[in-house]
């Protein structure tokens, strides 16, 4: 079993949908948890970064942990075709390194 | 801005061939990473550096080494390249691992025939 788990997608959504992306983990030594996205032939780039549990808001984006179910999430809101990506979850424990989710693609379509 | 420059961004060699894949940042990070990319298979990492001739390995460090002979400089290189090596690498950099900012550059597309 992966230490994280994510759906590759792809999803799928119409202009304006709210997207939810997930991640589940099974390493209970994680608390660093971050969102990367990913362009098309560009290297991923951090998107939002929550320490332990709880949520956090920035703009379009609300990034979700909830360390009791190992599970984490992302929500964008009033998604955009600009928001077509590939969306990488990432978590650390004791800062040594990222242990990266597989991806999942998402394209919001006109 | 914090850039992070990959020498090649697609590069085609045969089975045997050493490969030289260069990374260069400039924003004076101690950290650096080199990760490869597969489909279904998401980032792994090869190997990474905390500090200049400091290197660990990483997931997957089998057929690959690196070097670190300067703070902005971070190279992959793989001895004798085979196909299995056919992969997108991605260099990061970052100021503190636990941040979860790491810095990529834009990848190097590498097919080994």
């Known amino acids: 079993q992966k230490e994280v788990e994510q759906d590759p997608g792809p999803l799928s959504v119409p202009e304006g949908a709210i997207v939810s992306l997930n991640c589940t983990y099974s390493n209970s030594a994680f608390q660093y948890f971050m969102w990367y996205r990913q362009y098309s032939r560009k290297g991923p780039e951090l998107l939002m970064y929550?320490?332990?549990?709880g949520n956090k808001e920035d703009g379009r984006f609300t990034a979700q942990v909830d360390k009791s179910s190992k599970y984490i999430s992302l929500f964008i809101r009033d998604s955009q075709p600009s928001d077509s990506a590939t969306y990488l979850c990432a978590m650390t424990g004791t800062a040594s390194k990222l242990t990266f989710g597989t991806g999942t693609r998402l394209q919001v379509t006109l | 801005d914090v850039k992070v420059t990959q020498s090649s961004r697609y590069l085609v060699k045969r089975t045997g061939e050493k490969v030289f894949l260069e990374c260069v940042q400039d924003?004076?990070?101690?950290?650096m990473f080199w990760y490869r990319q597969d489909p279904g298979l998401g980032l792994r990492l090869i190997y990474f550096?905390?500090?200049?001739?400091?290197?660990e390995k990483g997931d997957i460090p089998e057929g690959y080494s690196v070097s670190r002979e300067k703070k902005e400089r971070f190279s992959l290189i793989l001895e004798s390249a085979s196909t299995n090596q056919t992969s997108m690498y991605l260099c990061?950099?970052?100021?503190?691992?636990?941040?979860?900012?790491?810095?990529f550059g834009e990848g190097s597309r590498l097919t080994v025939l």
């Open positions: 929550t320490y332990s549990s």
């Open positions: 924003m004076d990070h101690e950290n």
């Open positions: 990061a950099s970052s100021f503190r691992v636990s941040s979860g900012e790491l810095f």
């Open positions: 550096s905390y500090d200049v001739k400091m290197k």
